[in-house]
């Protein structure tokens, strides 16, 4: 598993079933000494039929995140 700095929390891309259904979320951890843990959803009510799918897509969001963390998107 691949988690990413975004500064206060590490994130990582997830697939959460939820009745048969996936969807990609995108979890936030808190870093220590808080132990809070948070879930995303990617995209609002956007669900997959597979867990693959929903795996690439949270992924593809942490890293989008990441990259706009990095370039200054929570600088005001």
Same mark, same amino acid.
């Given at each position: 598993? @691949?988690?990413? /700095?975004?500064?206060?929390?590490?994130?990582?891309? #997830?697939?959460? #079933? &939820?009745?048969?259904?996936?969807?990609?979320?995108?979890?936030?951890?808190?870093?220590?000494?808080? @132990?809070?843990? @948070?879930?995303?959803?990617?995209?609002?009510?956007?669900?997959?039929?597979?867990?693959?799918?929903?795996? &690439?897509?949270?992924?593809?969001?942490?890293?989008?995140?990441?990259?706009?963390? /990095?370039?200054?998107?929570?600088?005001?």
């Amino acid at each position: 598993m @691949t988690e990413f /700095d975004i500064g206060e929390f590490f994130i990582r891309g #997830e697939a959460r #079933e &939820i009745d048969g259904e996936f969807q990609a979320v995108i979890v936030m951890r808190a870093k220590p000494p808080l @132990t809070t843990v @948070t879930y995303h959803q990617v995209e609002k009510d956007r669900w997959f039929k597979t867990s693959d799918v929903a795996l &690439i897509a949270a992924l593809e969001s942490a890293k989008a995140l990441k990259l706009a963390v /990095d370039e200054g998107a929570l600088k005001s």
